[in-house]
């Protein structure tokens, strides 16, 4: 099955690159403020910039961010997400808000292709969609006399009733229930982001998503993101006896994306 997966950059600091190199420069430099961009043509500031993240220097990084929208992903892939936390902002759908008269859901490469495993993956699903629906019926009935009891009118009692129903039959769906998210990061968030989910041991689903931005924070910054992916592409793996033992295959893959 086709991937659902759609990655949307959809906004990054302006001349990120030459921002970076400005603000390392200061470190550098006894140049003032006001001329730190002095000299900083486009081939200076690459070579600038391919100095500082060949030695590693990280902190004027942060000073640059890249906004993504995504969507056809599952909760399990953003409960895993919003653990990166610093450096980072989340706004999610919220099925709190949102009714699912029929949710979408992600299924599993390894139960795709097996047509038993499929079968009862899509049972399930179709089950959970009724008990939802049948939750919201109940529980709005009895949240709408309630409200008219209490004085509201037919119109207020609809809207706040359906809302009061939604945000606990919600709690019926799965970790599969596919959800939508924007999210931003600095530059240095980014690293630590794909030096983790980039591994070939990250869960199969971050790890689509965080190659996809990769592919597409290259575009935007090539200097910049020259040395992004996973923990074993510039150095020997970390995992030790965990390794997936396929470190050639991983850093063709990523330095030829």
Known sequence: MESKLKVNLLRYTPDAEKLVASAAKLCYS???????????????????????MGIGHESPIEHVSFTFGVEGISRVL???LVRHRIGCSY??????????????YIIPPAIECIPEAKEKFIEAMENDQRYYDELVEILLDKHYNTYKEEGYSDKDAKRLAEKKSIEDARYVFPNACETKIVFTMNARALF???????????????????????????????????????????????EGNMTCGKIKEIRDKFNSL
């Open 30 to 52: 006894s140049v003032g403020v006001d001329k730190i961009e002095d000299k900083l043509t486009d081939e200076n500031t690459e070579k600038f910039l391919a100095m500082l």
């Open 91 to 104: 706004s999610q759908q919220s099925q709190r808000y949102v009714k699912l008269d029929q949710f979408e």
């Open 192 to 238: 630590n982001f794909f030096k983790h989910r980039c591994c070939n041991r990250a869960q199969w689903e971050i790890r689509e998503l965080a190659t996809e931005m990769v592919k597409q924070v290259k575009k935007a910054a090539p200097t910049l993101f020259k040395y992004a992916g996973p923990n074993c592409l510039n150095k020997p793996c970390p």
């Open 78 to 80: 953003t409960h895993q």
